[in-house]
């Protein structure tokens, strides 16, 4: 039979990848080391290099989260993986879940858990903050959910939100704690056991700067007895509990095919986790912590507004009040065309009204926030000459 299609003429064309400083919300720049780990080999995903690079991962896991949770492994897809898998395996029909909402990603909480058919509940916290204990309280009291889900770092409006006394509260109403730490991990404290978290989920490609497409996940003894007590199945095989945990050995059961892992995925992670534990946990965090301020310092310095309130102010994920009259996207585009580094504008509830700068992994230097800081300024002034800088900011 003939073949009527052709092959493209742009795939004779080389490769083309440009360098760009990733400032923005995430993904960040990977180091050489993970680049480097990720040229290996192929292997198959079920031969015994493999599975023993899945178990260094999963030691690994267990310490950036702080937890001994045997069900402790990773999902092949994005961190919108782990909303799924843990809103998947938690929720049944007609399961009241409760949304704490800081932002976009408690709307795409409440989507997911309605296509599960939860009965979705929301509490929102007020522009730019939190919610506080008491407010968690009150709606836990009210709504009486058998899954509360909170978003640790909330990448649309830069805030973090607060999880001391969170995880005892649900507790004391039979209620599982769902954490989403995707943009805040590494960057911020979190306890799992300690505080008394679930299930939580964590991004690769943020402050671990491993390559996107492979997600972190834990889930503790009660929620795997919520799934051992489901009344029907979890409705997306690809996403049960069980069946990914067997493959990554977490059950004590003899390991299964579930699907084809991506051996150069978990290459990249496994090294930019062993960097992570090489630097530690409380270095590690003091680092993204004192580049936030770094940051936010310059941001006032240039007569800036933050967008969040400065005690719920994520260290990850800075968010910028776009100034009246300037265009956001015009200041965004020349920053990418004249000097290849992303600063990003809002996203969801804060579409238009903010820009987003990221520090994470390797970017969050002093370095790299100097550099940023100076591709803001000269952006905002080449798209707004008439723009009104303090004098100490026309001096940078």
């Known amino acids: 039979m003939e073949y009527r299609v052709s092959a493209p003429d742009v795939l004779r064309d080389p490769l083309v990848v440009p360098e760009k400083l990733l400032m923005g919300p995430g993904p960040s720049n990977a180091p050489p080391r993970v680049l480097e780990a990720m040229a290996r080999p192929i292997l ?12 260094d991962i999963k030691a690994g896991v267990r310490y950036l989260f702080q937890t001994n949770n045997a069900a402790t492994f990773c999902l092949s897809a994005s961190g919108h993986g782990g909303m799924e898998a843990t809103l998947c395996n938690l929720l049944e029909d007609g399961d009241v879940v409760l949304i704490g909402h800081t932002g976009h990603w408690g709307d795409r909480a ?12 929301l509490v929102r916290a007020s522009q730019g903050s939190s919610l506080a204990l008491p407010e968690i309280r009150r709606a836990i009291e009210t709504h009486r959910p058998s899954v509360l889900f909170l978003t640790q770092g909330e990448s649309s409006t830069g805030v973090r939100q607060g999880l001391e006394g969170v995880g005892a509260l649900c507790r004391a109403h039979d209620c599982l704690l769902v954490v989403d730490t995707v943009a805040s991990l590494g960057g911020t404290p979190f306890h799992m056991d300690a505080w008394e978290v679930d299930a939580a989920y964590t991004g690769s490609q943020k402050v671990l700067g491993a390559p996107p497409g492979i997600t972190p996940i834990s889930f503790n003894h009660r929620a795997v007895e919520r799934y051992r007590r489901r009344q029907t199945k979890v409705k997306v095989y690809y996403w049960d509990m069980f069946l990914v945990g067997d493959y990554w050995g977490c059950f004590g059961r003899p390991r299964i095919y579930h699907h084809t892992i991506s051996s150069t995925l978990l290459y990249g992670l496994r090294e930019a986790i062993a960097m992570a534990c ?4 409380p270095s590690l965090i003091a680092r993204h912590q004192d580049c936030a301020k770094r940051l936010h310092d310059g941001l006032r310095a240039m007569g800036l507004e933050l967008y969040a309130q400065e005690r719920d102010r994520l260290p990850t994920v800075t968010t910028i009040r776009v100034p009246t009259g300037l265009d956001w996207l015009q200041v965004s585009q020349y920053a990418m065309k004249t000097y290849l580094v992303e600063i990003s504008g809002g996203l969801g509830p804060t579409a238009g009204q903010v820009f987003r700068i990221g520090l994470m992994g390797q970017n969050a230097t002093s370095e790299r926030v100097d550099r940023v800081l100076q591709v803001f300024r000269d952006s905002i002034k080449a798209v707004k000459p008439d723009f009104a800088f303090p004098r100490s900011a026309s001096k940078m």
């Open 44 to 55: 198959g995903h079920l031969h015994p290099e493999t599975l023993k690079i899945m178990d």
């Open 110 to 121: 409440a989507d997911m858990a309605s296509r599960y058919g939860a009965d979705v509940r």
């Open 278 to 281: 090489e630097e530690s946990l």
